[in-house]
């Protein structure tokens, strides 16, 4: 008996056990699930947008204003990634953060690796198949077939891209930087956040951009401007919303930014409607164009900015429709994002390929478009059962193991 106690390492006496108090962790903010839905209504916009002479491609947001569904996707990637990563940092430090990032950083590295392979055999394979190299030009990878080896390379360093694939590196550039950002944001977020805007300027004012391949390419998505959208959102969830909440309150500010949404309309509609071709005069027109989306425009920016102010405004984060039936397609893709653009590349251009050698009537458009969306949102259902499964099974696991 007296073994069994010292066994016990109680000395023989059976009172209680000490336990220091253990400060609890704040639990985290609910989920805002208009971040979710505007994402994934960005990837459906992105697909849509994708797909060549796609008669549906009129109802997409590039046709009525400046902007379009990239801003939506690289600002809400901004805002989650401050998110996600700004807690890490402030409650385990720097290092930990950064390395949480970098992991990220590979996995979407490892993604597009996999994505420009898969992508580039689906392109050979349809030219080779239909005897048709336009194929392989209009996608932009002519020149892999050519010569695959150097392409190869160039498409490892990021430089060398098939078309509809480019938002996903610039990604990749944001998410290697987003440390040493999301330290400053932390630390100096209004400082932080004007020397983003010091690199957008003197980008646009000295034409910097990175270097792509072949030698004449230049990155679709100039990261050098698009960083100021990204380091924006970053922004606006570290803090910077609830400086501007006054302004998303004022009614004088959206009606501002609603007077500048439909006066960009008519300037849209003007390139296209022959009624309006003179709508914007000459001395105009000088200054506004280029609107230019590989450099990021400042009215691109600012009509995402009015676009962006309105919805939050009428849009709050615990609006009940959000958590409705018809919203969680949506709200699947957006929370799947990377693995949902990745399948909408290959949708993309299997669609074209329905448009080009099968049929081009209205009815296959239609077909095509909702066809790759409830393709797209298979998948993000399926993913997220997975989740579910892996989180019930978690306990099971971990109790199976201490027995």
Not at 87 to 103: C, P, Q, S, Y
Not at 206 to 221: D, K, L, R, T
Not at 234 to 258: H, M, N, T, Y
Request: aromatic share 12%; glycine share 6%; proline share 5%.
């Amino acid at each position: 008996m007296a073994e069994a106690r010292r066994a016990r390492g109680d000395g023989g006496r059976t009172g209680t056990v000490v336990r220091l108090p253990v400060r609890p962790r704040p639990a985290p903010a609910p989920r805002d699930l208009r971040l979710d839905f505007f994402r994934g209504l960005a990837l459906w916009l992105i697909y849509l947008d994708h797909v060549p002479s796609n008669v549906l491609n009129v109802a997409t947001l590039r046709n009525f204003g400046f902007s379009d569904a990239a801003e939506i996707f690289v600002f809400i990637s901004g805002y989650t990634a401050a998110l996600v990563y700004g807690r890490v940092m402030r409650e385990r430090g720097v290092i930990i953060a950064t390395a949480r990032v970098l992991k990220r950083v590979w996995q979407l590295y490892v993604a597009f690796v996999f994505l420009f392979v898969v992508y580039l055999a689906q392109i050979a394979y349809v030219a080779q198949r239909f005897q048709n190299p336009l194929y392989a030009e209009e996608m932009n990878v002519l020149r892999f077939l050519d010569e695959p080896d150097v392409t190869l390379i160039q498409a490892l360093l990021l430089r060398f891209k098939p078309a509809n694939t480019d938002i996903l590196p610039l990604y990749i550039v944001l998410m290697a930087a987003f440390p040493v950002v999301l330290w400053g944001l932390i630390k100096r977020p209004n400082l932080t956040l004007g020397v983003s805007l010091a690199v957008y300027a003197v980008a646009r004012l000295m034409g910097w951009n990175f270097q792509g391949w072949p030698a004449e390419h230049m990155w679709v998505f100039n990261p050098l401007a698009w960083q100021f959208l990204f380091v924006f959102g970053s922004w606006c969830a570290i803090g910077g919303l609830d400086r501007l909440e006054p302004v998303l309150r004022s009614r004088i500010a959206v009606g501002v930014a609603a007077a500048f949404l439909l006066a960009s309309l008519l300037v849209v509609l003007s390139w296209s409607v022959p009624a309006l071709e003179g709508l914007v005069p000459d001395a105009v027109g000088e200054l506004i164009y280029p609107i230019s989306k590989t450099d990021l425009s400042l009215l691109r920016f600012l009509h995402f900015l009015a676009l962006a102010l309105v919805v939050a405004h009428f849009v709050p984060s615990d609006w009940s429709l959000l958590r409705a039936r018809f919203a969680q397609p949506l709200v699947l893709c957006g929370q799947h994002s990377l693995e949902i653009f990745c399948l909408g590349v290959f949708l993309s251009f299997g669609a074209h390929l329905v448009l080009v050698e099968v049929s081009g009537r209205l009815l296959t458009h239609v077909l095509v478009s909702v066809g790759g969306i409830i393709a797209m949102v298979a998948l993000a259902a399926l993913m997220s059962w997975y989740q579910e499964n892996e989180k019930r099974r978690g306990p099971d696991r971990a109790a199976g193991g201490s027995a």
